[in-house]
């Protein structure tokens, strides 16, 4: 049974930083491109960065670019998403979600069918 589980989200002040972890048991990440969304109260659920096995590329969206890092260990099978400078504009649920490929797609990656298996989420909340 394949199982993707998110953690490490939190209530932060803005300008802080925390560190999203995505662990997958039922399949391996190291022949999956891996990605990270996310969904805002009221509004659609978007594409925030993914990573490359095979390729070694990684996709940001320019929201988060400078601010966050996606990084994988597939010794531990998990993806990590380091994100910094919080801003309150970033508060929301946050998923992660395997391709059926090892790679992520060049100009789809951001796109939710592209994925097959998805965590639950974790709530990040940035707030004073």
């Known amino acids: 049974q394949v199982r993707l589980v998110e953690s490490g989200g939190a209530l932060v002040q803005p300008g802080g930083s925390l560190r999203l972890s995505c662990t997958a048991s039922g399949l391996m990440v190291n022949y999956r491109a891996v990605g990270w969304f996310r969904q805002a109260p009221g509004k659609e659920r978007e594409g925030v960065s993914c990573t490359s096995s095979n390729d070694g590329k990684i996709y940001y969206e320019d929201f988060v670019k400078g601010r966050f890092t996606i990084s994988r260990d597939n010794a531990k099978n998990t993806v990590f998403l380091q994100m910094n400078n919080l801003k309150p504009e970033d508060t929301a649920v946050y998923y992660c979600?395997?391709?059926?490929?090892?790679?992520?797609?060049?100009?789809?990656?951001?796109?939710?069918?592209?994925?097959?298996?998805w965590g639950q989420g974790t709530q990040v909340t940035v707030s004073s």
């Open positions: 979600a395997t391709t059926r490929g090892p790679d992520c797609s060049r100009s789809y990656w951001f796109v939710e069918h592209e994925y097959d298996w």
